[in-house]
T-cell receptor
Framework: DVKVTQSSRYLVKRTGEKVFLECVQD?????MFWYRQDPGLGLRLIYF???????EKGDIPEGYSVSREKKERFSLILESASTNQTSMYLC??????????????FGPGTRLTVL | GDSVTQMEGPVTLSEEAFLTINCTYT??????LFWYVQYPGEGLQLLLK?????DKGSNKGFEATYRKETTSFHLEKGSVQVSDSAVYFC????????????FGTGTSLTVIP
């Protein structure tokens, strides 16, 4: 079974702090994604990566950056956390060379609260 | 651009009731369609999918048929259980957009005994 793990289930940070959210997948997937989930807005794509050291902006990249130094690990960074970044963050991965028929596999999510 | 529209929630049903959650999509090419389920406190997991027109995806008693003529992929279950209480997301993916996923806003379902 594919496993996607996220470093924390719950996180509380202060405004202005630098925040790291870690995601690890164990199935050698090249494609990895970060979403945020908010009530009434569904899932919105922040960043994605198709390969090591490669990153692409999604729909809402402002205030975020990412790092992909190893294939299995994709990190989301909030350079200076703000209260409007309080949300559920979901990481996902997808098989290498995926076609449109391939599913994404999701981690359990990190619920981040910024005070 | 591509998009997915699904019915607003929340939906509350009694156990053994019939469930329909509507989903329609807009796509420039020939997408694959998915339903994901998110149980409380968990991430999303694939419920079912269909990859071409007239395909029917099914799993755990849930079904959805890919209707190209109406651009729809409605989720149905004949008899819901309390354990089906969750949030359901419709999604699409197609080659024209680099296989990026587009998700609906989610529909919350609560089943009461």
């Amino acid at each position: 079974d594919v496993k996607v793990t996220q470093s924390s289930r719950y996180l509380v940070k202060r405004t202005g702090e630098k925040v790291f959210l870690e995601c690890v997948q164990d199935m050698d997937h090249e494609n990895m994604f970060w979403y945020r989930q908010d009530p009434g807005l569904g899932l919105r794509l922040i960043y994605f990566s198709y390969d090591v050291k490669m990153k692409e902006k999604g729909d809402i990249p402002e205030g975020y950056s990412v790092s992909r130094e190893k294939k299995e690990r994709f990190s989301l960074i909030l350079e200076s956390a703000s209260t409007n970044q309080t949300s559920m963050y979901l990481c996902a991965s997808r098989p290498s060379g995926g076609t449109s028929t391939d599913t994404q596999y999701f981690g359990p999510g990190t619920r981040l609260t910024v005070l | 651009g591509d998009s997915v529209t699904q019915m607003e929630g929340p939906v509350t049903l009694s156990e053994e009731a019939f469930l329909t959650i509507n989903c329609t999509y807009t796509a420039t090419g020939y997408p694959s369609l998915f339903w994901y389920v998110q149980y409380p406190g968990e991430g999303l997991q694939l419920l079912l999918k269909a990859t071409k027109a007239d395909d029917k995806g099914s799993n755990k008693g849930f079904e959805a048929t890919y209707r190209k003529e109406t651009t729809s992929f409605h989720l149905e279950k004949g008899s819901v259980q309390v354990s089906d209480s969750a949030v359901y997301f419709c999604a699409l993916s197609e080659p024209n957009t680099g296989n990026q996923f587009y998700f609906g806003t989610g529909t919350s379902l609560t089943v009461i005994p």
